[in-house]
C-alpha cells in the first residue's frame, strides 16, 4: 500500500497524463449559463442538461430575459432534467435576484452565490472555478466516493471530503482536479464498475485491498 504522499503524487500525475485537457462538460456561454445548467444538474446527468438547455436559453439566456418568463413555461422546458417544479421556481427567482441585487450580473462570491435559491455550495464552488477562475473545490457524491475508494478521506459527508481534498492538494490544481475525478470516475470508477479493487487508480494505491471498500454516506 501506498502512504498517503505517495498516492496524492500518483494519482496528480496519473490524472495529469489521462486528462491534460478538462473541457467543462455543461454547455454554457457565460456565468449565468453555467450558473442555471449546473443547478438543472442536481440529481440529473450533464448529458440531460446539455439536450435541455438550447431550448431554455432559445427562450432566455440572461437574467432579464429569464426572470420576464413564467415558472410554468420554465417548467415545461427543464421537465426532462426532474424536479422541474422546484427547479423552474428557481430559476425564475434567482434571476430576479440578480437583476434586483447584482444589476444582472452573476456574483463573484461565493456567499453571495449561495444565498440565491436553489444554489448550494457545490453549485457555487463549480461555478466559482468554472465561470471565474477561482480555486475551489466542488465535491460531489462521486467525488465523495473516489476520494475514499482512494485513502484520501475518511468524511461521512462531502463537507469533510472538500476540507480533506484541499488540504492534500496545492491549490493551483483544485479547479482541474475536481474534473479530472469526475471524468476518471465517469470512465474507469463507477459506482458499480468498481469497488475499490478494479481500477488501475484503486489498484495502484492499495494493491493489497481484499474486500470492496465501502462509501461512507455522504
Given amino acids: 500500500m501506498l502512504?498517503?504522499?505517495?498516492?496524492?503524487?500518483?494519482?496528480?500525475?496519473?490524472?495529469?497524463?489521462?486528462?491534460?485537457?478538462?473541457?467543462?462538460?455543461?454547455?454554457?456561454t457565460d456565468p449565468f449559463t453555467l450558473l442555471v445548467a449546473v443547478l438543472l444538474s442536481a440529481q440529473c446527468t450533464d448529458e440531460r442538461v446539455n439536450q435541455v438547455t438550447p431550448a431554455?436559453?432559445?427562450?432566455?439566456?440572461?437574467?432579464?430575459?429569464?426572470a420576464a418568463l413564467d415558472v410554468e413555461?420554465?417548467?415545461?422546458?427543464?421537465?426532462?432534467?426532474?424536479?422541474?417544479?422546484?427547479?423552474?421556481?428557481?430559476?425564475?427567482?434567482?434571476?430576479?435576484m440578480l437583476l434586483e441585487d447584482h444589476d444582472g450580473e452573476v456574483p463573484e462570491d461565493m456567499e453571495?452565490?449561495?444565498?440565491?435559491?436553489?444554489?448550494?455550495?457545490?453549485?457555487?464552488?463549480?461555478v466559482?472555478?468554472?465561470a471565474f477562475g477561482v480555486p475551489a473545490f466542488p465535491v460531489d457524491t462521486h467525488i465523495h466516493r473516489l476520494a475514499q475508494r482512494w485513502g484520501l478521506t475518511s468524511g461521512k459527508n462531502v463537507t469533510q471530503t472538500e476540507r480533506d481534498l484541499?488540504?492534500?492538494?496545492?491549490?493551483?490544481?483544485?479547479?482541474?482536479?475536481?474534473l479530472q475525478i469526475i471524468f476518471y470516475g465517469r470512465e474507469f470508477c463507477t459506482a458499480r464498475g468498481c469497488d475499490g479493487r478494479v481500477c488501475e487508480i484503486c489498484r495502484t494505491c492499495y494493491p493489497e485491498r481484499?474486500?470492496?471498500?465501502?462509501?461512507?454516506?455522504a
Fill in 3 to 28: 502512504k498517503k504522499a505517495e498516492r496524492v503524487a500518483y494519482i496528480l500525475e496519473r490524472l495529469q497524463e489521462l486528462y491534460p485537457e478538462t473541457p467543462v462538460p455543461l454547455d454554457h
Fill in 56 to 66: 431554455l436559453f432559445a427562450l432566455a439566456d440572461n437574467p432579464a430575459d429569464m
Fill in 73 to 96: 413555461q420554465i417548467r415545461e422546458v427543464i421537465r426532462p432534467c426532474g424536479l422541474s417544479p422546484q427547479k423552474s421556481k428557481a430559476i425564475k427567482r434567482l434571476s430576479e
Fill in 112 to 126: 453571495a452565490l449561495e444565498r440565491l435559491p436553489g444554489v448550494g455550495h457545490k453549485t457555487a464552488s463549480v
Fill in 128 to 130: 466559482m472555478s468554472q
Fill in 166 to 178: 484541499k488540504r492534500l492538494f496545492p491549490e493551483e490544481f483544485w479547479n482541474r482536479l475536481h
Fill in 210 to 217: 481484499k474486500h470492496p471498500k465501502k462509501t461512507l454516506k
